[in-house]
């Protein structure tokens, strides 16, 4: 029996599990929506911006380890998915971008909307093709799911308008699915000699980024039994609880000091799913073991002593099979009371009553980790908010989803909607400032008209905060970064959720606990100081002198 090109499309997706499609509808791919609507395998969330879609579908395949799905028509919408797509790609979350192109007899004529789609698309996807023959459909349709899903990055199908409506018989197309999973493990005389280095070392840390986090029991016995500490990367952060006696935090400019103090000192670091750029908070004089399931990633940022390529999970079960137990030594001993000192001094600070009609936002971070529940979502959009949820938040076992090697602004919103999609029992909160907020708050509407209760903390200081602290520290007064911004909450109420505004630090926990716990969208806007500066553990002369000049700047008003 005959099929269309679409049909089929659908129904190689459903087979690689596909549940969801992000996008929106349009000309050019409405021969691929009559399908959609039929095959009820497969929701279509429709969203107010495509690059939100995108979003999600990065932030659906971070989540879930399974293939995000988004779509967008030719021209306009294949344009605004790059940015949520080069998300996905830099963080290697497995997406497919599907996109429309004017019909075939006008591809190359500077058609209406018509743009080099393939070009365009190049550098963000590893799979980059247009679907002109309906015998390719069902090979090239598996193939996409497979490149993107094994080598965890972007693939993009293309397709001309008439092309989802041309018939294929099913007995010149077949595709097949395949088990996904990565358990390789390394050879054994490289993990008998891993096993004698940190057996060895006086001074071990364990630097685990996000490529540990499906195997926290492993990397959490292997440090108890060594008796290792454990600093984590950004997107890392939950690897290991924060109330766990060997966990020492982040690392970076939005770390802790005992992070830096146990990198500094150490004697061997051992580096596990993580290829953590910045070198100058990396050990100069310890000996580095890189962990990593691709080869090309050991050694790729820091001169790496030994190598080893596999998965997280079963590498680190091995490598704590062959090491003995032992106590804390003295030097784990000190780094874990300056992590209690650390923990002091920021819960203080949190607690100590901001300016006036402005809230401390290291408090509202303390707050949410008491208030959310242990098994939540959070999704945290990239500013002076990440600052403060990375210093200030207590992480349990909750879910962290962050834009870490983009870095993209409008992260948040549409992660925590993915994260509420992709596991509707569990709380979903979308932790953001208000200039990134702002950029994609029209699919707070999308969370309303799907009943996702979502929670929205929003940190509103009327400023690109991070911004204005970066041009200080460069000696720059403060210049462009003063947004005006509408009453949040009210937009809640508006767009069909509900709205609190918060402006004194004594209502902050209240307002919390019943935005958490209302059965719709929520949004609680919170007027936070936007003098607060984000600064880092480890502060340098000239960091101190431009900030300094700039203040001198600013008031003089030269």
């Not at 290697?92 to 004017?102: C, D, K, N, R, S």
């Not at 499906?214 to 939950?238: I, M």
């Not at 100590?352 to 936002?361: K, L, M, S, V």
Request: glycine fraction near 8%.
């Amino acid at each position: 029996m005959a099929e269309t090109v679409g049909e089929v499309l659908w129904d190689v997706l459903a087979a690689h599990g596909v549940t969801h499609v992000f996008g929106i509808p349009g000309d050019s791919i409405d021969l691929l929506m009559e399908p959609l609507r039929k095959d009820k395998r497969i929701q279509f969330v429709q969203v107010r911006h495509e690059e939100a879609g995108a979003f999600m579908a990065s932030a659906y395949a971070k989540k879930t380890g399974n293939l995000g799905v988004c779509m967008g028509t030719a021209g306009p919408g294949a344009i605004h998915l790059l940015n949520g797509l080069y998300d996905a790609k830099l963080d290697h979350a497995p997406v497919l971008a599907i996109t429309g192109q004017v019909g075939l007899p006008y591809i190359g004529t500077d058609y209406f909307q018509e743009v080099d789609i393939l070009s365009l698309f190049n550098n963000v996807a590893l799979y980059n093709y247009q679907v002109t023959d309906p015998t390719q459909i069902a090979v090239m349709a598996d193939l996409a799911c497979r490149q993107a899903l094994a080598k965890r990055g972007v693939s993009h199908l293309s397709f001309p308008f008439e092309v989802p409506n041309m018939k294929v018989h099913r007995t010149i197309s077949h595709y097949s699915t395949m088990n996904h999973a990565l358990d390789s493990v390394p050879t054994p005389d490289l993990l008998d000699e891993a096993a004698r280095r940190l057996q060895a070392s006086e001074r071990p840390v364990i630097l685990a980024g996000k490529g540990a986090l499906g195997a926290r029991a492993e990397l959490q016995s292997l440090a108890e039994k060594l008796s290792v500490p454990v600093v984590n990367t950004l997107p890392g952060k939950g690897i290991i609880p924060d109330t766990h006696p060997l966990a020492l935090g982040g690392l970076g400019l939005l770390g802790t000091k005992p992070s830096h103090s146990a990198m500094e000192q150490c004697d061997v670091c051992l580096l596990v799913g993580t290829n953590y750029p910045y070198l100058e908070f990396l050990p100069s004089k310890a000996d580095i073991i890189q962990i990593d399931w691709e080869a090309s990633q050991i050694g790729k940022r820091h001169l790496v002593d030994l190598g080893l390529v596999g998965s997280a999970k079963p590498t680190l079960r091995a490598l704590a099979d062959r090491l003995a137990p032992r106590p804390p030594a003295d030097f784990v001993q000190r780094i874990q009371k300056e992590r209690q000192e650390w923990l002091h001094d920021t819960e203080a600070k949190a607690r100590r009553a901001g300016a006036p009609d402005a809230i401390r936002p290291e408090w509202v971070a303390d707050r949410l980790s008491h208030l959310v529940e242990p098994d939540a979502n959070i999704a945290i959009d990239v500013g002076n908010s990440l600052v403060w949820m990375s210093r200030n938040f207590r992480i349990q076992r909750q879910g962290w989803l962050v834009s870490a090697w983009l870095g993209s602004m409008g992260f948040g919103l549409p992660a925590a909607i993915a994260a509420k999609i992709a596991e509707p029992d569990r709380q979903s909160i979308a932790v953001v400032g208000d200039g990134g907020f702002a950029m994609l708050m029209a699919d707070f509407v999308t969370a309303v008209k799907y009943d996702l209760p979502i929670t929205v903390v929003l940190f509103n200081n009327s400023r690109l905060g991070m911004i204005k602290f970066e041009q200080e520290v460069h000696g720059m007064p403060e210049f462009g970064t003063h947004l005006l911004n509408p009453d949040f909450s009210a937009y809640a109420d508006a767009a069909g959720g509900k709205g609190f505004l918060v402006r004194r630090q004594e209502d902050v926990e209240e307002a919390l606990a019943s935005a958490l716990h209302a059965h719709v969208p929520t949004i609680v806007d919170i007027h936070t100081d936007p003098n607060e500066k984000p600064i880092p553990p480890r502060i340098t002369f000239d960091q101190a002198k431009g900030y300094a000049e700039a203040i001198f700047r600013e008031t003089l008003h030269i």
